[in-house]
Every structure is written in C-alpha cells, then in structure tokens.
C-alpha cells in the first residue's frame, strides 16, 4: 500500500462529482423533475471538466496510478473503458499481481476488473503466495485483517480497508449482481466466473426481494450450474460466456455479443440446472 493518498486532487473531484451524480438519481427516483435536470446537467458539467483537467495525452487519467485507473473506470470517465480496462490489468500484471489501491479504489478495482473481463487478475492478485499478500497475514498468525500487508507500525492490526474481496466472491466467482437501473433489487444479472484453479463455489445472497442462490462445481467432464430465483424479479438475465452457447438451447437467448450470451431467466420456475461442456 501507498503511506500517502494517491492521486488525492483528482479522487477528490471523482467524488464530488459521484455525489452530484448521485443526487440526480435520487431525484429521479422520487419523481423531482426539477432538482433531476438540475443536478444531472451539473453532473455532466462537472464531469467534462473532470477528463479536461485530468485526462493525459495518451489516454491514461492524473497520476497514471492503479487508483486513477479504478476510478476512471469506476465512474465512467472514459469513452473507451474496455481499452483503460486492458491497461489497468496489465498495470496490476505488471506489478507482480499486487494491487497499491487505497481503501476506496480497492473496492472500485474488484466491480470494474469484473465488469471488463478480466476477473483472472483479481483472482491472482487474491491467491498470491509470495510477497505481501493476504497469506502473509495467515502466515503471521493474524486473525484479523490489518491496514496495510507489509510492516507499517502506524497501520491498524483490525482494518476494512481490504475487506472488499469479499464483494467479489459475490458478484464474481458467483456472479450475483444487482443492475445499477434496479430497484429494491428487482433487476438482477448473474455472471459467474469459472476460475479453472477453483473446484466449486457456493454462495446464497439475500435480497429483499428473496434469496438468490448460485453454486457451480467442477467435475472432469463438466460444470454443473446451479441457480434459484426470486419469482417476483422484474429481470434477471444469466450470462455466459458464448462457448456455451449450446448447452443452455432449451433457454431463449435474449442477445448476444462476441463474447456473451444472455439469457432471460426471469420467468424459468423452480431451480435452473446446467451442465456446461469444458
């Protein structure tokens, strides 16, 4: 980890402007026309001048940092987030698989690796055996997580700070997500990761809408699906990756680009089983 904030004018202004963003999604939800074109114009504004101050000439955002990349991506900056997305793994490759984000860019990294594919790094960056790592910790008999993974004595020995790996055993390795359009968690996508180091997850996340549940396992021949659903679910799509595009044929495929399939699962009674062909 840094000793110091990384990038602190530039994730201060990202926050201003989330909260701004965020005040006109509130308005909207509650029906207040007024304060939404208020806010959402100041939003857009602000953002503009966000990527006019911040954004370098090739492309990368204030101090080219991990931080500055999960916050780009985080809030949707850039016009081309896939291509950002790219050099933010390779920069945590790069890096040996460590991560040096702070405590809110460490959460912001899980949600957007996740969301641009490349859930490979994160997993890396959580198995890492060697160096300063989470094993570090277990290896020096720690039951709690600390601030920081190397010996800082100003750190904190029962810390949140990396606690946010847990979100991703949620939305990644089950891929249990909620849609940023839902409300009171009515519109649901599930994603699952299938990391090829990894025999089985089991994971049940319950919303106030009911519990959903989605466990796969890994056998010589196959991986096993397993999901349950809400009944009362505006939406839910399973996605997956198009390679097994035909083993879910009993299912309609709602769409599809080069690299997924989606299926609206939102109406399926009952439990939905699947075996997927390696």
Same mark, same amino acid.
């Given at each position: 980890?840094?000793?110091?904030?990384?990038?602190?004018?530039?994730?201060?202004?990202?926050?201003?402007?989330?909260?701004?963003?965020?005040?006109?999604?509130?308005?909207?939800?509650?029906?207040?026309?007024?304060?939404?074109?208020?806010?959402?114009?100041?939003?857009?504004?602000?953002?503009?001048?966000?990527?006019?101050?911040?954004?370098?000439?090739?492309?990368?955002?204030?101090?080219?940092?991990?931080?500055?990349?999960?916050?780009?991506?985080?809030?949707?900056?850039?016009?081309?987030?896939?291509?950002?997305?790219?050099?933010?793994?390779?920069?945590?490759?790069?890096?040996?698989?460590?991560?040096?984000?702070?405590?809110?860019?460490?959460?912001?990294?899980?949600?957007?690796?996740?969301?641009?594919?490349?859930?490979?790094? #994160?997993?890396?960056?959580?198995?890492?055996?060697?160096?300063?790592?989470?094993?570090?910790?277990?290896?020096?008999?720690?039951?709690?997580?600390?601030?920081?993974?190397?010996?800082?004595?100003?750190?904190?020995?029962?810390?949140?700070?990396?606690?946010?790996?847990?979100?991703?055993?949620?939305?990644?390795?089950?891929?249990?997500?909620?849609?940023?359009?839902?409300?009171?968690?009515?519109?649901?996508? #599930?994603?699952?990761?299938?990391?090829?180091?990894?025999?089985?997850?089991?994971?049940?996340?319950?919303?106030?809408?009911?519990?959903?549940?989605?466990?796969?396992?890994?056998?010589?021949?196959?991986?096993?699906?397993?999901?349950?659903?809400?009944?009362?679910?505006?939406?839910?799509?399973?996605?997956?990756?198009?390679?097994?595009?035909?083993?879910?044929?009993?299912?309609?495929?709602?769409?599809?680009?080069?690299?997924?399939?989606?299926?609206?699962?939102?109406?399926?009674?009952?439990?939905?089983?699947?075996?997927?062909?390696?």
């Amino acid at each position: 980890m840094q000793e110091i904030s990384p990038a602190s004018e530039f994730t201060a202004s990202c926050f201003y402007y989330y909260h701004i963003e965020l005040l006109s999604k509130f308005a909207k939800i509650i029906g207040n026309k007024k304060d939404y074109s208020k806010y959402s114009d100041k939003a857009e504004d602000v953002k503009k001048l966000i990527v006019n101050m911040y954004k370098n000439e090739d492309g990368t955002y204030a101090d080219r940092g991990q931080t500055s990349y999960a916050f780009a991506l985080f809030l949707d900056l850039d016009d081309e987030p896939q291509k950002l997305a790219k050099e933010f793994a390779d920069k945590i490759k790069d890096n040996n698989y460590y991560i040096t984000c702070g405590i809110f860019g460490m959460f912001m990294t899980y949600e957007t690796l996740s969301k641009y594919n490349h859930q490979n790094v #994160i997993y890396k960056w959580l198995n890492k055996r060697d160096g300063n790592s989470f094993y570090s910790m277990l290896k020096d008999g720690q039951s709690v997580l600390s601030e920081h993974v190397h010996d800082w004595p100003e750190g904190s020995d029962n810390h949140a700070m990396y606690s946010s790996y847990i979100q991703w055993f949620y939305e990644g390795l089950a891929g249990i997500n909620i849609s940023k359009n839902s409300y009171g968690a009515n519109e649901v996508f #599930i994603k699952p990761y299938f990391e090829e180091e990894i025999d089985f997850v089991q994971c049940k996340y319950k919303s106030i809408k009911g519990d959903i549940v989605s466990n796969w396992i890994r056998n010589e021949e196959n991986i096993v699906l397993h999901i349950e659903i809400p009944s009362n679910l505006k939406l839910c799509l399973l996605i997956l990756d198009k390679k097994y595009k035909n083993y879910v044929k009993e299912y309609v495929v709602q769409k599809e680009d080069k690299s997924f399939v989606y299926i609206d699962i939102s109406r399926c009674s009952g439990d939905i089983n699947l075996r997927l062909g390696k």
